[in-house]
């Protein structure tokens, strides 16, 4: 939330400078635009590199829109910092809240006029070794089209694609998609959904977004001793405006599971934190033999992205 800087009284000044701690102004949400591949990367890494132990050769690949990539900072999610990816312009997505339903508010076309399907990826490369099996990161996801498009099929989705399995889920599962989290305007609701009307919402002061998720736990299986692939995917749906936007993390991109965060998946009071554990793809690991075909997959993807470039460990 953002407050107004204030005058402390000298009455309060006197009981001493733990007092005046509470007047301090706090910093405000911040959106910067970057599309600098190894600026991104870099936001996304912990300054442990035991955090990413047995990952190395990394390499970022950008499809779509320039303006949809930057870094944020002092976020309202409770994320801290780290990559906001957006299928409008990023750096509209601070500020007040001043329009609920249809509007032009977050309604950025990135592409030519009425062409639909804003589609934005981030794609992470890298090897792994053969001390390693698991990739954490955690995430919030939130939309311009809550709620008066939940249940239609304007339903805006995003994709973390590890190997050609999607491992973006909610608490119950389900893809993390404006239908999946509001199944209609009046509900039933995600559990995970954090609604954000114009006056009374939590952040309605700092974002645009009418809503947005808790922060959810990315846990996927890696591919021992091969080249993997992270396809960070947002996109509208059926139209070309009203923005969604995701969130990832500063620091928690890793094999280690994030300080603070249950990542066990049989422990059923791990909460929203751990609801993505091992059984988001059924126990079902991605053998190593799929990896060429969609190598040539990715290399055929990456070809049109704006923006390549690589960081190497």
Avoid: H, W
């Amino acid at each position: 939330m953002n407050f107004s800087r204030q005058i402390i009284p000298s009455l309060i000044l006197s009981l001493g400078a733990s007092l005046s701690l509470v007047n301090l102004p706090a910093r405000a949400f911040t959106v910067t635009q970057n599309n600098n591949p190894d600026v991104l990367l870099n936001a996304l890494l912990s300054n442990e590199p035991n955090n990413y132990k047995g990952l190395s050769n990394f390499e970022v690949n950008l499809i779509g829109d320039s303006r949809a990539f930057g870094t944020f900072t002092d976020d309202p999610f409770g994320l801290g910092s780290a990559v906001a990816i957006s299928t409008g312009n990023v750096t509209d997505l601070p500020g007040e809240n001043t329009i609920d339903s249809y509007g032009n508010e977050l309604s950025t076309d990135l592409g030519l006029p009425f062409q639909k399907d804003d589609s934005i990826s981030m794609i992470l490369s890298f090897d792994v070794d053969n001390t390693v099996d698991q990739l954490f990161f955690q995430y919030v996801f939130g939309s311009e089209e809550f709620l008066e498009y939940a249940g239609s099929d304007f339903n805006d989705s995003f994709s973390l694609s590890l190997n050609g399995l999607n491992y973006a889920q909610l608490s119950n599962e389900k893809q993390v998609s404006i239908n999946n989290i509001a199944f209609s305007s009046s509900g039933p609701f995600s559990s995970d959904f954090i609604y954000n009307p114009v006056g009374t919402g939590p952040a309605s002061s700092v974002t645009k977004l009418d809503g947005y998720t808790v922060p959810l736990l990315y846990n996927a299986d890696l591919v021992q001793g091969a080249r993997n692939f992270l396809v960070i995917n947002v996109k509208d749906e059926a139209d070309d405006i009203y923005d969604s936007a995701v969130f990832l993390k500063a620091g928690t991109f890793g094999t280690v599971c994030p300080v603070g965060v249950n990542c066990d998946p049989s422990d059923t009071n791990n909460g929203n934190n751990g609801n993505n554990g091992n059984n988001g793809n059924n126990g079902v690991k991605v053998p190593e033999a799929d990896l060429s075909p969609l190598s040539l997959l990715v290399i055929v993807l990456t070809s049109i992205g704006l923006k390549k470039g690589k960081y190497m460990i």
